[in-house]
């Protein structure tokens, strides 16, 4: 479980990560039992403060996939639900809610509407652990 060393890594090691996870799941690497323990990683990730660097990496895995987050509504939904995505993702939230079961294809975000936003965070790892996300 290579995850738990992730804030370990330096910065640029931990982006190149961060890029091959994303890419792992949007070329349909990786599936099933795998697929659910990455998007829950990247959950994870993305329910630290934005100043944390695995913040940066959640946010840098989820971008290589973005086209083929309306296959999972379970994990977008789990995905508005974090304080983090709603201050920093506005155009996504917006996208996901705005959506009918996820249905239509999220063909882009501009990169100015996915970076920037600061905020308090409730840490909701506990219950994305326990929790079927696809």
Same mark, same amino acid.
């Given at each position: 479980?290579?995850?738990?060393?992730? =804030? @370990?890594?330096?910065?640029?090691?931990?982006? #190149?990560?961060?890029?091959?996870?994303?890419?792992?799941?949007?070329? *349909?690497?990786?599936?099933?039992?795998?697929?659910?323990?990455?998007?829950?990683?990247?959950?994870?990730?993305?329910?630290?403060?934005?100043?944390?660097?695995?913040?940066?990496?959640?946010?840098?895995?989820?971008?290589?996939?973005?086209?083929?987050?309306?296959?999972? =509504? @379970?994990?977008?939904?789990?995905?508005?639900? #974090?304080?983090?995505?709603?201050?920093?993702?506005?155009?996504?939230? *917006?996208?996901?809610?705005?959506?009918?079961?996820?249905?239509?294809?999220?063909?882009?975000?501009?990169?100015?509407?996915?970076?920037?936003?600061?905020?308090?965070?409730?840490?909701?790892?506990?219950?994305?652990?326990?929790?079927?996300?696809?």
């Amino acid at each position: 479980d290579e995850y738990r060393f992730f =804030p @370990k890594y330096p910065d640029k090691e931990l982006c #190149i990560t961060a890029q091959l996870f994303g890419e792992l799941v949007q070329n *349909q690497l990786v599936s099933s039992v795998t697929l659910s323990i990455a998007l829950r990683y990247i959950l994870d990730a993305l329910s630290k403060p934005p100043a944390y660097k695995m913040f940066t990496f959640g946010k840098n895995a989820l971008e290589q996939f973005m086209t083929r987050l309306h296959e999972w =509504p @379970k994990f977008c939904s789990h995905l508005v639900m #974090i304080p983090n995505i709603r201050q920093s993702f506005p155009a996504l939230v *917006q996208y996901l809610e705005s959506t009918s079961g996820g249905q239509r294809q999220l063909n882009r975000v501009e990169s100015a509407d996915v970076t920037g936003g600061q905020g308090e965070i409730q840490s909701m790892a506990d219950s994305y652990a326990s929790s079927n996300i696809l």
